[in-house]
């Protein structure tokens, strides 16, 4: 069974900075891509960050670039992101989850997510 | 950025009812639409992919379809259980978007 295991949010100050972690098992982890997605509260979903299986390669949208770093430790099989120069609007549940079978040349869905982890930036 | 439209926004439906959920792409997308339900509380649930494969292990009241620009996700009949949130997501390109999401609750 597939598991994905976020932890590290909690309460931010504005400029603040906080990593966020997910552990995963039940899967071959260097297989897959992986993604952060985020959800605020009350609201719909915003891919985040995305990560290639071998880590050669990532992906941001404008929203976080430059200020959020995804990465993967494939030994441990840990998901990371950091994220700095937090602001108001990046407050959200931050989900890891696993594309079903993005490559170089196609880019998948997610068939796998944890539970979440909630962050919050306010002073 | 390709954007993605759902409707409706909230439905309301009665146990037995037969229920669609529509979502609109704004470029054509082929058949790269999935599904997914959220409960309250929970992390999405992948339901459908590529438009209308249903993934293991939902069952078989749910159903998609649909292709270039125009998905429906059907539910042929609803239960209870089947209360919670619903989204489509494109991932023809980058970046990969969302809908805004269908609140389904029991009338």
């Known amino acids: 069974e597939v598991q994905l295991v976020e932890s590290g949010g909690g309460l931010v100050q504005p400029g603040g900075s906080l990593k966020l972690s997910c552990v995963a098992s039940?899967?071959?982890?260097?297989?897959?891509?992986m993604t952060w997605i985020r959800q605020a509260p009350g609201k719909g979903l915003e891919w985040v960050a995305s990560i290639t299986n071998t880590g050669d390669r990532t992906y941001y949208p404008d929203s976080v670039k430059g200020r959020f770093t995804i990465s993967r430790d494939n030994i441990k099989s840990t998901l990371c992101l950091q994220m700095n120069s937090l602001r108001s609007e990046d407050t959200a549940t931050y989900y890891c989850t696993r594309d079903r079978g993005s490559s170089h040349i196609f880019v998948s869905d997610f068939d796998d997510w944890g539970q979440g982890v909630m962050v919050t930036v306010s002073s | 950025d390709i954007q993605m439209t759902q409707s409706p926004s909230f439905l309301s439906a009665s146990v037995g009812d037969r229920v669609t959920i529509n979502c609109k792409a704004s470029?054509?997308?082929?058949?790269?639409l999935s599904w997914y339900q959220q409960k309250l509380g929970e992390a999405p649930k992948l339901l459908i992919f590529?438009?209308?494969s249903l993934q293991t292990g939902i069952p078989s009241r749910f159903s998609g379809s649909g292709s270039g620009t125009d998905f429906t996700l059907t539910i042929s009949s609803l239960q209870p259980e089947d209360v919670a949130t619903y989204f489509c997501?494109?991932?023809?390109?980058?970046?990969?978007?969302f809908g805004g999401g269908t609140k389904l609750e029991l009338k």
């Open positions: 590529n438009a209308n």
């Open positions: 470029q054509n997308i082929n058949r790269y």
């Open positions: 039940g899967f071959t982890f260097n297989n897959h891509w």
């Open positions: 997501l494109q991932h023809n390109s980058w970046p990969r978007t």
